[in-house]
């Protein structure tokens, strides 16, 4: 059954709404890569609560597992294994 | 409503119970102008003044606002501030049992002097790193090296609120909370990468891309040492996980094999001892942490010990039942042990009885290389969970007769509690058999190795602790030591050989004050400045009669130079020495009442288990402690030297030397017991008497 939602909750998730878009938008425009991912980890994370929000607890667990958990280390970890001067000229 | 019953109150009754309260708390403080007022203008009779609610007041609606509009808010904001209350003061605790039980271990004392038992340490210790200055690295990137204590504590207390602490207490109870506590879990190794990439260091980049290396090895086989549990109890709540083991019994029985892969890799995932590489401190400075200072320091610090009472809890929640008390049961029948406590006090017991064994470990192994490490995560704990996964499904597939209650040695039992605790059992002893038949030198040796490692661990631990608690205690100093000067009044012939011979000019003859040589012309005796004295021992050596000898007393020291100016009289013993005052012993626990409570039990065992051990912990670890009883009780029974020389034979050259001093001793009196009063003055105080003396004042001694 639909029902009208509150003030309340639009607020709520217009606020991680706008917490994912800018994040997203931070994480194409930075010259560092780190920052990044860190950005896009940020991005994830309000995704996943997006998903919360509307009710999927099971998508927003697996989000979290897969893409933050899992995706966003492994990009570390290559960053991490690349050498630092490469960042640093491309600033 | 609430139940009458506080103690039946789920947690959230009880936030919404101090949401009503703080809502009259704030009421009333917003109310009291408004209060006050009144009674003001009641107390001059004009009572027309007073204003009614509602009037003219200083009531600005807070409470109101807070409590009543914003309930859902504010109450589970109470309750997140309560459980980090609790999260805190346990961590402050797990910490305090590491460093007790670790001291413990190594036969040292631990955290004794705030507080009682030392409790209070941990607390001074936060309020120093508050304190220290948070230092930045000039090059970190400040961005990531921010974030990775915020991503560290934040999911480990996420992770906390997600944990049933009992059966009325979680914070936040969704479904499949199981999943969602080991997401958080595994959420550590992104803010190690963080912090160790942001630090700019070497040491902190070898920590991390190590820490990046173990996490994975240790990651995978973790999420999958769950499956076993999560098929077996046939749910991702820990509410479901805990209800079939209060049914069936403990999950450790059903599934041993897969208890032991889930706290190996929990401990791979905590980064503890053995496996805390990315922290070597012996290779890398502080591994990924090297560069946090402050309270960053501390935040990091605070995660990791969260994060060791999320797994230490999981451990309890999966494998030990929970918050139910030992025991199952048969319908209406509690099989051994019925509720007798409060459930969150159970479960926190067993919490701390966890990591308790985690320290136990810590204290028995010593840490991995890093290609030990991987490939036992790699290729031996992951094929050993998908066995066990592998196995609690046949378990389930077989499983015809749920429900059923069948007669057993040990009494009436379900068919799918006997089947999964016969099962369990089979495939330990089956996977221990394999490997036996194949691999005995490589893996039962290794396994009788940390068997033994556990025992004698065990066996520090129950020793007295070997720190002396000086000046509390006394070291029974080795016979042969020679280190204050001391002074025989009768011996001493005034000679002045040993002012002549010093080659730091520290002694001087001067006239003795409470001398009783009968002979007056022998009333001079050497003075010593101990500020320039540099213990050569030539003034010993020259003295002709033995009077100056140098003694066990080693107690050196004074607030000002004067203090350490050693007149005639105090080296004779016949004044006291102005030495600095004691601290008041009740600020420190000799011997608490705990140990000793616990060393008559817990010795005997003990000494059992592990006698190697044992002979060395009960006090005494140097030989050299044990010369000087040893030899008093020699020269003073054995009479034929003959006998004594073939004693000495069996002696270590240190007994020897000792010995044969005070054989020298004796044979140079070749009369009377031994005198050892000139090598310590507390002894030589004994002497009464007041001498003829009266002679030049010491430098220093005016006042006197």
Same mark, same amino acid.
């Not at chain 1, 050498?83 to 491309?90: L, P, Q, V």
């Not at chain 2, 009669?545 to 050196?556: D, H, I, K, S, W």
């Given at each position: 059954?639909?029902?009208?939602?509150? !003030?309340?909750?639009?607020?709520?998730?217009?606020?991680?709404?706008?917490?994912? !878009?800018?994040?997203?938008?931070?994480?194409?425009?930075?010259?560092?890569?780190?920052?990044?991912?860190?950005?896009?980890?940020?991005?994830?994370?309000?995704?996943?609560?997006?998903? !919360?929000?509307?009710?999927?607890?099971?998508?927003?667990?697996?989000?979290?597992?897969?893409?933050?958990?899992?995706?966003?280390?492994?990009?570390?970890?290559?960053?991490?294994?690349?050498?630092?001067?490469?960042?640093?000229?491309?600033? | 409503? =609430?139940?009458?019953?506080?103690?039946?109150?789920?947690?959230?009754?009880?936030?919404?119970?101090?949401?009503? *309260? #703080?809502?009259?708390?704030?009421?009333?403080?917003?109310?009291?102008?408004?209060?006050?007022?009144?009674?003001?203008?009641?107390?001059?009779?004009?009572?027309?003044?007073?204003?009614?609610?509602?009037? %003219?007041?200083? /009531?600005?609606?807070?409470?109101?606002?807070?409590?009543?509009?914003?309930?859902?808010?504010?109450?589970?904001?109470?309750?997140?501030?309560?459980?980090?209350?609790?999260?805190?003061?346990?961590? %402050?605790?797990?910490?305090?049992?590491?460093?007790?039980?670790?001291?413990?271990?190594?036969?040292?004392?631990?955290?004794?002097?705030?507080?009682?038992?030392?409790? $209070?340490?941990?607390?001074?210790?936060?309020?120093?790193?508050? *304190?220290?200055?948070?230092?930045?690295?000039?090059?970190?990137?400040?961005?990531?090296?921010?974030?990775?204590?915020?991503? %560290?504590?934040?999911?480990?207390?996420?992770?906390?609120?997600?944990?049933?602490?009992?059966?009325?207490?979680?914070?936040?109870?969704?479904?499949?909370?199981?999943?969602?506590? *080991?997401?958080?879990?595994?959420?550590?190794?992104?803010?190690?990468? $963080?912090?160790?990439?942001?630090?700019?260091?070497?040491?902190?980049?070898?920590?991390?891309?190590?820490?990046?290396?173990?996490?994975?090895?240790?990651?995978?086989?973790?999420?999958? =040492?769950?499956?076993?549990?999560?098929?077996?109890?046939?749910?991702?709540?820990?509410?479901?996980?805990?209800?079939?083991?209060?049914?069936?019994?403990?999950?450790?029985?059903?599934?041993?094999?897969?208890?032991?892969?889930?706290?190996?890799?929990?401990?791979?995932?905590?980064?503890? *001892?053995?496996?805390?590489?990315?922290?070597?401190? #012996?290779?890398?400075?502080?591994?990924?942490?090297?560069?946090?200072?402050?309270?960053?320091?501390?935040?990091?610090?605070?995660? @990791?010990?969260?994060?060791?009472?999320?797994?230490?809890?999981?451990?309890?929640?999966?494998?030990?039942?929970?918050?139910?008390?030992?025991?199952?049961?048969?319908?209406?029948?509690?099989?051994?042990?019925?509720?007798?406590?409060?459930?969150?006090?159970?479960?926190?017991?067993?919490?701390?009885?966890?990591?308790?064994?985690?320290?136990?470990?810590?204290?028995?192994?010593?840490?991995?290389?890093?290609?030990?490490?991987?490939?036992?995560?790699?290729?031996?704990?992951?094929?050993?969970?998908?066995?066990?996964?592998?196995?609690?499904?046949?378990?389930?597939?077989?499983?015809?007769?749920?429900?059923?209650?069948?007669?057993?040695?040990?009494?009436?039992?379900?068919?799918?509690?006997?089947?999964?605790?016969?099962?369990?059992?089979?495939?330990?002893?089956?996977?221990?058999?394999?490997?036996?038949?194949?691999?005995?030198?490589?893996?039962?040796?290794?396994?009788?190795? #940390?068997?033994?490692?556990?025992?004698?661990?065990?066996?520090?631990? @129950?020793?007295?602790?070997?720190?002396?608690?000086?000046?509390?205690?006394?070291?029974?100093?080795?016979?042969?030591?020679?280190?204050?000067?001391?002074?025989?009044?009768?011996?001493?012939? #005034?000679?002045?050989?040993?002012?002549?011979?010093?080659?730091?000019?520290?002694?001087?003859?001067?006239?003795?004050? /409470?001398?009783?040589?009968?002979?007056?012309?022998?009333?001079?005796?050497?003075?010593?400045?101990?500020?320039?004295?540099?213990?050569?021992?030539?003034?010993?050596?020259?003295?002709?009669?033995?009077?100056?000898?140098?003694?066990?007393?080693?107690?050196?020291?004074g607030w000002a130079r004067d203090e350490l100016y050693w007149s005639q009289d105090e080296l004779m013993g016949y004044t006291d020495h102005a030495m600095q005052e004691n601290p008041a012993k009740a600020e420190i626990e000799v011997e608490g009442w705990?140990?000793?409570?616990?060393?008559?039990?817990?010795?005997?065992?003990?000494?059992?288990?592990?006698?190697?051990?044992?002979?060395?912990?009960?006090?005494? /670890?140097?030989?050299?402690?044990?010369?000087?009883?040893?030899?008093?009780?020699?020269?003073?029974?054995?009479?034929?030297?003959?006998?004594? @020389?073939?004693?000495?034979?069996?002696?270590?050259?240190?007994?020897?030397?000792?010995?044969?001093?005070?054989?020298?001793?004796?044979?140079?009196?070749?009369?009377?017991?031994?005198?050892?009063?000139?090598?310590?003055?507390? /002894?030589?105080?004994?002497?009464?008497?007041?001498?003829?003396?009266? @002679?030049?004042?010491?430098?220093?001694?005016?006042?006197?």
């Amino acid at each position: 059954m639909r029902r009208m939602i509150t !003030l309340k909750e639009a607020a709520v998730f217009g606020f991680f709404v706008a917490v994912m !878009l800018g994040t997203a938008i931070f994480a194409t425009r930075s010259r560092d890569a780190m920052h990044g991912v860190i950005y896009l980890s940020i991005a994830l994370v309000a995704l996943a609560v997006l998903f !919360l929000l509307l009710g999927t607890t099971v998508l927003f667990i697996f989000q979290l597992i897969i893409y933050v958990g899992a995706v966003t280390v492994l990009y570390v970890w290559g960053i991490m294994l690349m050498r630092h001067e490469i960042m640093e000229s491309a600033q | 409503m =609430a139940p009458d019953d506080p103690f039946a109150w789920t947690f959230s009754e009880l936030c919404g119970a101090l949401n009503d *309260i #703080s809502y009259n708390v704030v009421y009333g403080i917003g109310e009291l102008p408004h209060n006050l007022w009144n009674i003001l203008v009641g107390t001059f009779g004009h009572p027309e003044w007073s204003l009614a609610p509602g009037d %003219l007041t200083f /009531h600005i609606g807070l409470a109101d606002w807070l409590f009543v509009q914003n309930r859902s808010v504010m109450a589970p904001l109470i309750g997140a501030t309560l459980l980090l209350l609790f999260t805190l003061v346990n961590v %402050l605790m797990f910490i305090w049992v590491e460093r007790k039980m670790l001291a413990r271990f190594m036969d040292r004392r631990g955290p004794m002097v705030s507080g009682p038992f030392g409790l $209070l340490q941990n607390v001074w210790d936060g309020m120093k790193l508050l *304190i220290k200055e948070n230092a930045r690295p000039a090059k970190a990137d400040m961005l990531a090296f921010f974030l990775c204590p915020v991503i %560290l504590v934040g999911s480990a207390f996420a992770a906390v609120g997600a944990l049933p602490l009992s059966d009325k207490v979680q914070l936040v109870a969704i479904d499949l909370d199981v999943l969602y506590v *080991i997401m958080l879990f595994a959420f550590a190794p992104y803010a190690v990468f $963080l912090g160790g990439w942001a630090s700019y260091n070497k040491f902190s980049l070898l920590g991390g891309m190590r820490s990046a290396a173990q996490m994975l090895a240790g990651e995978v086989p973790f999420f999958l =040492a769950v499956g076993g549990v999560v098929l077996l109890a046939g749910s991702y709540r820990f509410a479901d996980i805990v209800a079939w083991q209060e049914v069936h019994g403990w999950m450790i029985f059903a599934t041993p094999l897969g208890a032991i892969l889930f706290t190996v890799t929990v401990l791979i995932e905590l980064e503890r *001892i053995p496996f805390d590489l990315p922290e070597a401190e #012996s290779e890398l400075v502080e591994g990924w942490t090297t560069e946090y200072s402050g309270l960053r320091w501390g935040m990091l610090w605070l995660g @990791g010990y969260m994060r060791g009472f999320v797994g230490c809890a999981m451990i309890t929640l999966f494998f030990l039942g929970g918050w139910t008390m030992p025991g199952y049961a048969v319908g209406d029948l509690q099989v051994f042990t019925p509720h007798i406590l409060p459930p969150i006090v159970i479960f926190m017991g067993k919490t701390y009885l966890v990591f308790a064994f985690m320290v136990w470990v810590r204290a028995a192994f010593p840490r991995l290389r890093t290609d030990q490490l991987l490939s036992a995560g790699w290729r031996r704990v992951l094929p050993l969970t998908l066995a066990n996964i592998a196995v609690v499904g046949l378990l389930i597939v077989d499983n015809q007769r749920p429900g059923e209650v069948v007669d057993t040695p040990f009494g009436p039992m379900l068919f799918d509690t006997l089947l999964a605790w016969s099962v369990g059992a089979a495939t330990f002893f089956a996977i221990v058999a394999l490997y036996a038949m194949r691999l005995a030198p490589r893996v039962l040796a290794p396994m009788a190795l #940390s068997a033994r490692m556990f025992v004698d661990t065990l066996g520090w631990f @129950g020793g007295r602790p070997i720190t002396v608690l000086y000046p509390y205690e006394y070291l029974e100093m080795p016979a042969a030591g020679r280190w204050l000067h001391g002074l025989s009044d009768e011996r001493c012939i #005034s000679c002045a050989r040993c002012c002549r011979i010093c080659p730091d000019n520290c002694l001087n003859m001067v006239e003795t004050q /409470h001398g009783k040589h009968p002979d007056p012309r022998f009333t001079t005796r050497p003075a010593l400045d101990a500020n320039h004295c540099m213990f050569c021992g030539l003034c010993v050596e020259v003295c002709p009669t033995g009077a100056l000898t140098m003694g066990p007393n080693f107690e050196l020291s004074g607030w000002a130079r004067d203090e350490l100016y050693w007149s005639q009289d105090e080296l004779m013993g016949y004044t006291d020495h102005a030495m600095q005052e004691n601290p008041a012993k009740a600020e420190i626990e000799v011997e608490g009442w705990v140990d000793k409570l616990v060393y008559p039990l817990i010795t005997p065992v003990l000494q059992f288990l592990t006698p190697h051990n044992y002979e060395r912990a009960k006090g005494t /670890h140097s030989d050299a402690y044990q010369v000087p009883s040893m030899v008093r009780e020699l020269a003073g029974e054995v009479a034929d030297e003959q006998e004594l @020389g073939l004693m000495i034979q069996g002696m270590s050259r240190r007994s020897k030397k000792a010995l044969e001093m005070l054989m020298e001793d004796r044979r140079q009196k070749a009369q009377g017991p031994l005198d050892f009063s000139a090598w310590d003055y507390r /002894h030589a105080r004994k002497h009464e008497g007041k001498g003829s003396g009266f @002679g030049e004042m010491a430098p220093g001694q005016e006042e006197k």
